[in-house]
């Protein structure tokens, strides 16, 4: 098979699909990928073809920021509602729309994968009479997020002589959901195929890719207190609520990691204590197994990770579906949340305090972790796609 993905620039919507897309190299399918300039890093290495879309994903979200002004006064959830149809069914589309339709002509693919987010992709399969399958990156966006969207984007759609579908065309053929089902219900309409399985495996934990001072400090014995991580990601990395965050942490915590994106600044938590360490990146799935406790944004990158190895969670939500991805983990008792207005230093070390000594909160983090070990891996997706074009209709 010749498959091709396409993601949006953002880091947390490209690496979730990465697992899928090596599990069909492995077997043997050419696997291209499409995706905003800045993303392309995260690829290299791993065989695939690669074309970059529309401009470096910052330069879109100052195209967004400078086109929608009035987001500037919105916070929380509202801003989340007003971001997503103007970033990505504003802006972002209509970048990715031409070298998205030029690399499918190009590397001419049997189908294309690609994120809710990467609203291009549909159109270019319905222009060409490709079928298109899309991977989830966490929860599905709400129904209102894409009809909004659509309100931007719809118009592209036709200009090539196509009706506009309120959902983007997001869901006609095959869904990728990666969420387990205590976090996430079912999102394609009932007549279409879903398949869901889990990316974040925790038995792919390996600690030697950590750097060896981090791996000694991560053995101080739990008595000695808790090993605490610290995230808000690539996106929302200059939040003050991230070093109320590692503040926090750093009176509660005997080995805090925090982690600042590759474009972060790691200086303001230097004097921390010795007991705190900064990093642009590390490997999430080696780090999570020796954390006790993670402290986040909630984007879906660190809540799914985190949740695959039963480590409880605290999330301090600021935007995007941080506030949808706080709500279903706190249903199920796996984790707290903070609302913006009250994730000052004192506050969050209150509700590390209440995380950290919660047997109710813990146990259920151990119930998701095995709810979310149960689901099939990325091979087995990988076989669901063979299967899927092997039926495919003619």
């Excluded at 101080?220 to 090993?227: M, S, W, Y």
């Amino acid at each position: 098979m010749r498959v091709l993905f396409c993601t949006t620039g953002g880091l947390g919507h490209l690496l979730p699909l990465r697992p899928l897309a090596s599990a069909l190299r492995s077997r043997g399918h050419a696997v291209g990928w499409v995706t905003a300039p800045d993303a392309l890093p995260a690829l290299d290495g791993l065989g695939f073809d690669v074309y970059s879309a529309g401009p470096n994903f910052e330069v879109s979200r100052r195209a967004f920021r400078a086109a929608h002004t009035d987001g500037a006064q919105l916070t929380g959830e509202p801003l989340s509602a007003y971001t997503f149809p103007r970033l990505f069914g504003a802006v972002l589309a209509p970048a990715m729309l031409c070298d998205m339709e030029q690399a499918a002509r190009d590397w001419r693919p049997d189908f294309v994968v690609h994120e809710p987010a990467a609203l291009a992709a549909p159109l270019i399969c319905m222009q060409l009479g490709l079928r298109n399958v899309t991977h989830g990156y966490g929860l599905w966006p709400p129904s209102s997020y894409l009809e909004d969207a659509m309100h931007f984007f719809g118009t592209h759609w036709q200009a090539r002589g196509l009706e506009a579908p309120l959902d983007g065309g997001l869901y006609r053929h095959l869904c990728l959901d990666i969420a387990p089902p205590s976090l996430q219900r079912p999102q394609c309409p009932s007549n279409q195929a879903e398949f869901r399985f889990n990316p974040y495996r925790a038995d792919k934990a390996s600690a030697a890719v950590l750097p060896a001072d981090l791996r000694a400090a991560l053995q101080t014995p739990v008595k000695q207190g808790p090993r605490i991580y610290v995230t808000f990601g690539t996106v929302f990395n200059r939040s003050p609520a991230l070093i109320n965050a590692a503040r926090a942490a750093a009176q509660l915590g005997s080995t805090v990691v925090v982690t600042v994106g590759p474009d972060g600044d790691t200086q303001p938590f230097t004097g921390m204590g010795r007991h705190v360490s900064a990093h642009r990146f590390l490997d999430q799935t080696a780090l999570l197994p020796h954390c006790d406790l993670v402290v986040s944004h909630g984007g879906a990158g660190t809540l799914l990770g985190a949740a695959a190895h039963g480590v409880p969670q605290l999330i301090l939500p600021q935007a995007a579906d941080h506030f949808r991805n706080a709500r279903a983990l706190c249903a199920v008792n796996a984790g707290r949340a903070i609302e913006p207005a009250h994730q000052t230093t004192e506050e969050v070390a209150v509700a590390m305090t209440m995380a950290l000594n919660s047997p109710a909160q813990s146990a259920a983090a151990a119930t998701l972790a095995r709810e979310m070990s149960a689901m099939t891996d990325a091979v087995a997706a990988a076989r669901r796609l063979e299967c899927w074009q092997v039926v495919a209709p003619t």
